[in-house]
Antibody, heavy 118, light 108 residues
């Protein structure tokens, strides 16, 4: 059974760096064609994909983040860490991590709400 | 970047009726790498269709997906009360992965 859980701060100030951790179980991030994504959803709005780290440590980012984001995996801890610099109130959203297998996004965490406010 | 446009924005139907949701891509989605996710209020999304037409284990067969290249459709043959939700299409063929704006299926 695949499970993912997001953790981190729920309130950050503008210009600060956000660091979120996805702790997962039920799969190995060293298995072929497996990946972990970060996806966010502003209140009342649509989903926006942010980043993906693959089993082979290849990484993809949404260009709209303009180099603000970093994703990294720690296989020994079964974790994926996502950081985003220079946070702005427009980054207020629920942040989800999600498992990918064979490229499709097929299991989601419960999400963590993050508010950016001074 | 592949832009996905979903229509209609809102679909008002009664339980038992058929729902047809559209997702149009700005360029061809190769290998039919197109998925549909269902999201209910306060919950994370749930994958209900992948590869344009395949159902994950546990998804009822009243959900079906069709289409190819730039035109995709999600059909719910007979709406059950638990099917009223927002549905998002997603393409994972070409980075960056993108989602459509969503279709809300509401009770009429």
């Amino acid at each position: 059974q695949i499970t993912l859980k997001e953790s981190g701060p729920t309130l950050v100030k503008p210009t600060q760096t956000l660091t979120l951790t996805c702790t997962f179980s039920g799969f190995s991030l060293s298995s072929d064609v497996v990946g972990v994504n970060w996806i966010r959803q502003p209140p009342g709005k649509a989903l926006e994909w942010l980043a993906l780290v693959y089993w082979d440590d290849d990484k993809e980012y949404n260009p709209s983040l303009k180099n603000r984001a970093t994703i990294a995996k720690d296989i020994s801890k079964s974790q994926v860490v996502f950081t985003m610099t220079n946070m702005d109130p427009a980054d207020t959203a629920t942040y989800y991590c999600a498992h990918s297998s064979g490229w499709r996004t097929d299991h989601w965490g419960q999400g963590i709400p993050v508010t950016v406010s001074s | 970047e592949i832009v996905l446009t979903q229509s209609p924005g809102t679909l008002s139907l009664s339980p038992g009726e058929r729902a047809t949701l559209s997702c149009k891509a700005s360029q061809s989605v190769t290998n039919n790498y197109l998925g549909w996710h269902q999201q209910k209020p306060g919950q994370p999304p749930r994958l209900i269709i992948y590869g344009a037409s395949k159902r994950p284990t546990g998804i009822p067969d009243r959900f079906s997906g069709s289409g190819s290249e730039t035109d995709f459709t999600l059909t719910i043959s007979r709406l059950e009360p638990e099917d009223f939700a927002v549905y998002y299409c997603q393409q994972y063929a070409h980075p960056p992965i993108t989602f459509g704006g969503g279709t809300k299926v509401e009770i009429k």
